[in-house]
């Protein structure tokens, strides 16, 4: 079976010849590699490491209408600023960049700090204009017919404003002060990712990742169920309604709702970190998750995957897969995406360990 051949059983909770994997191997993890590594097309060195499953694919594109004025400047040392000029105010954001964090800026002034610059972001929205965009989505599935293109799509408001717009500290405020107006906002976003989500669902990908970054330490449980399960649940039925299947990137803590997630409309998450990132145990949690026909994909933790005895690592992740065993539902990969550090060899003995797992 190929490697797309093996995701597809797994999806349908049919029994794969051998054990997926589905590392989720970014520019981050690419930093850490040696330097020929790093030169590498990203797809490449998911084909590399022997990936069942590749990410980094997008379905739909956008703009802003001519209502909006968008000016990016980079002042250098990392640092770059975005400014919206909106019929009802400016707004602006700044991100720096590190040498620890060459791919994925740190926010370091958020785009909404007060109730006005709500409401200007909130013009954003409404004058943002959604394309489809395939082709490259097409190009990328032609060119790697051996393994599972997937697509990414949006993550919902809950943690867009918490993590990315607002920041943890604000949006508690915020959300205190005024918690129906923060859910009219939430709504109002949720147009545009739902506008989002039918864009991309009519795209060539069979399988959707949302990277949401789900952790009861942040957004508590309340949270979740009050504003995040919903939106994904209507993202599943989105993708669902074009035969197309979501996994939800949930790399945090989350042991307290797994049991909510088996019951959930998404097909499964990924990417699900035991401690320190998570605080799951992988078995359990992927027990919980098949029961109820959904699938689990990670395990492996960031202090797993950055041993320098790769004996050593061999024998912690042989004792994740042994504790598994018989899970067709289960997909061995990162817990989080790879670290930056992981090496080579690792990665290489991972991915041997999931082709030489037989579960039939």
């Given at each position: 079976?190929?490697?797309s051949e093996i995701i597809?059983?797994?999806l349908r909770g049919?029994?794969?010849?051998?054990l997926a994997w589905v590392p989720c191997i970014d520019p981050y993890t690419q930093s850490g590699l040696?330097?020929?590594l790093q030169?590498?097309?990203?797809?490449?060195?998911?084909?590399?490491?022997?990936?069942?499953?590749?990410?980094?694919?997008?379905?739909?594109?956008?703009r802003f209408d001519e209502a909006i004025r968008h000016s990016h400047t980079d002042r250098g040392e990392g640092i770059v600023v975005d400014a919206y000029e909106t019929p009802r105010g400016t707004i602006r954001e700044v991100h720096t960049f590190t040498p620890e964090s060459p791919y994925i800026p740190f926010p370091t002034e958020y785009?909404?700090?007060t109730w006005e610059d709500l409401d200007a972001y909130l013009c954003l929205v409404e004058h943002t204009v959604v394309e489809a965009d395939h082709r490259r989505l097409r190009e990328l599935i032609e060119a790697y017919p051996e393994a599972m293109i997937t697509a990414a799509v949006t993550d919902t408001p809950l943690p867009a404003l918490m993590t990315k717009l607002i920041g943890t500290e604000n949006f508690v405020f915020?959300?205190?002060e005024d918690p129906a107006r923060i859910r009219r906002a939430m709504d109002s976003m949720q147009g545009l990712h739902r506008r989002r989500l039918e864009a991309a669902a009519q795209g060539p990908a069979e399988v959707y990742i949302c990277y949401e970054n789900?952790?009861?330490?942040?957004?508590?449980?309340?949270?979740i169920e009050e504003y995040e399960l919903p939106w994904l649940n209507e993202y599943a039925d989105i993708l669902h309604a074009a035969a197309k299947k979501l996994l939800v990137h949930m790399c945090g803590h989350i042991r307290l709702v797994v049991g909510r997630f088996a019951a959930a409309r998404f097909d499964g998450i990924i990417d699900v970190a035991p401690p320190p990132t998570g605080d799951c145990a992988i078995p359990v949690a992927a027990r919980t998750l098949s029961e109820r026909g959904k699938v689990l994909g990670g395990g492996i933790g960031c202090t797993t995957f950055v041993l320098q005895d790769p004996d050593q690592f061999e024998h912690e992740v042989q004792e994740l897969v042994d504790a598994v065993a018989g899970n067709r539902r289960f997909m061995l990969g990162s817990g989080d995406a790879v670290p930056q550090g992981a090496t080579e060899e690792n990665l290489r003995r991972a991915g041997a360990i999931a082709k030489r797992s037989r579960l039939s």
């Open positions: 079976m190929t490697g597809r059983a797994v049919e029994t794969p010849e051998r040696p330097e020929p030169e590498m097309d990203i797809f490449e060195l998911q084909r590399y490491f022997g990936s069942d499953l590749y990410r980094g694919g997008w379905a739909s594109s956008e785009l909404i700090k915020m959300h205190s789900t952790n009861t330490n942040s957004f508590g449980i309340r949270w």
